[in-house]
């Protein structure tokens, strides 16, 4: 119709007057709603979450948990813990930006009806968290480890048990030999009269203590116990006993492998010994501590000796150096110092020609091994040991005593204690000489080698005297 009004223009309009008053009635509806949910929660008297301050997603209401049902932390689910409020009020923590947050309901975006229903409240399985370091890191703590359980007191009393019983079979024979006949002759006696001293006095000499030792022990017995105790056969075992472990109890600085680097220890005795095995056994042992060990053969006159030492080297994996048979020990040493001093190793073991402690040329040639290994390496050799055959009882002790003459020994290592019945010249020459004994062998074994300790000794010799 021409001048009025386009019927399709007519019907578009009002088409888009309705949709345009459908969306204005759906805005006034979700207002409406979002008002009414507000006043609800506000009669409520409930707090809202406080929003993150990473994420636009306001955090979990504290409507959708009931007070009764606080989440419980799993104790398998290490560094979780409940938020400290008992209001369950989220306000103070809120979620870790982090963290995933949990389901939430009627977030502004979602367009909610006041005739709809809310959902079901969601109830996390776990509260919000902050970011904590890995479950290893946090239950080390509470968690004691199997090396951490023992006490120090505990560790040094349950050890010593052990060695004790591991030594005792090593001093079988000497227990059975005089130390057994000391405890024959108290047995029954209810006093120590003069006939019996005298019996004491056989037993120490038999065992090869010294006559000087014998003759302090048994003076100290009259000197140091009253006339009760020395009717006493029980007291004067125990002063034996606690004589023997001050006698044996030498005074000296404890050996440290690591004050230098490398550290040089010359091993001396006579032929026979047992030197060359106990080098072996003892480079193991260090080894075994983590420490680099070199040997030197420095034995160039003793058939195959230096092959002995090559022998327990590759056993143990420390490098030997040699030199032609008959050549001179201290060219020897010197090399092997100086190999150790540049290749870095920790230890050097210095073995020597067996000597015959009653030839001075020979005496003399010692001498000259430790002033060469001063040359080589200044302050060596750190320790000088002495290898003694506790089989060869008295000359033992006169051994030691050239020795210590010739040269500054450091230490008395005390062989085949296992194969006498005379192992009481250890307690000789620890008395005469003053030197600290370091290790004994009780064994053919490297772990029979074992370092020395007075109270473990004497208690392996004395306390079992009388089981056998």
Do not use: C
Not at 220 to 235: C, F, G, H, Q, Y
Not at 242 to 256: F, M, N, Q, S, Y
Not at 398 to 406: D, E, L
Not at 430 to 443: E, H
């Amino acid at each position: 119709m021409e001048g009025g009004i386009n019927p399709e223009i007519l019907t578009a309009a009002i088409i888009a007057g309705g949709f345009l008053a459908a969306i204005l009635l759906l805005v006034y509806a979700i207002r409406r709603a979002r008002k009414a949910r507000q006043r609800q929660i506000e009669e409520a008297g409930e707090d809202r979450p406080a929003p993150s301050t990473k994420a636009k997603k306001p955090g979990l209401r504290a409507e959708d948990v009931e007070p009764s049902e606080a989440p419980s932390v799993p104790d398998e689910v290490p560094g979780e813990r409940i938020l400290p409020s008992p209001s369950l009020s989220y306000k103070a923590g809120g979620q870790p930006a982090t963290e995933a947050a949990p389901t939430e309901v009627g977030t502004p975006a979602q367009p909610v009806g006041p005739s709809e229903k809310t959902p079901a409240p969601t109830v996390p399985a776990e509260p919000a968290k902050p970011k904590v370091a890995p479950p290893a890191a946090v239950q080390a703590p509470k968690v004691s480890l199997p090396t951490d359980k023992p006490r120090p007191t505990q560790a040094s009393d349950k050890p010593k048990a052990r060695d004790v019983a591991a030594l005792s079979p090593g001093l079988a024979r000497t227990r059975a030999g005089w130390v057994s006949r000391l405890g024959q002759l108290f047995a029954g006696k209810r006093e120590i009269d003069p006939a019996l001293v005298e019996e004491i006095e056989k037993v120490l000499l038999t065992a090869d203590i010294g006559v000087r030792t014998s003759q302090k022990l048994l003076e100290e017995i009259r000197a140091s116990l009253n006339k009760r105790e020395m009717s006493d056969p029980a007291a004067v075992w125990a002063f034996l006993r606690r004589r023997a472990i001050e006698i044996l109890r030498v005074e000296g600085p404890r050996v440290d492998f690591t004050r230098n680097k490398p550290f040089v220890l010359l091993a001396i005795g006579v032929n026979g010994s047992g030197k060359t095995t106990t080098i072996g056994k003892l480079a193991s042992k260090l080894k075994a501590d983590g420490r680099s060990v070199l040997l030197a053969a420095g034995d160039t006159f003793r058939a195959a000796a230096a092959e002995q030492l090559e022998v327990w080297g590759s056993r143990v994996g420390a490098p030997v150096v040699r030199g032609k048979e008959a050549s001179d020990p201290s060219s020897v040493i010197f090399e092997g110092i100086k190999r150790a001093s540049n290749e870095g190793f920790d230890v050097v073991i210095a073995d020597t020609a067996g000597r015959l402690h009653t030839k001075a040329n020979l005496m003399e040639e010692l001498q000259k091994v430790r002033r060469v290994a001063g040359k080589a390496l200044d302050g060596a050799p750190h320790e000088t040991w002495l290898v003694i055959d506790s089989t060869s009882g008295q000359n033992a002790i006169a051994q030691a005593q050239i020795f210590t003459q010739a040269m500054a020994v450091t230490g008395i290592v005390l062989t085949k204690l296992d194969g006498t019945a005379k192992g009481g010249v250890i307690l000789g020459i620890a008395d005469q000489l003053g030197i600290p004994v370091r290790y004994i062998g009780v064994g053919e074994r490297v772990e029979d080698l074992r370092e020395f300790d007075a109270e473990e000794f004497v208690e392996a010799l004395f306390d079992h005297a009388q089981e056998e």
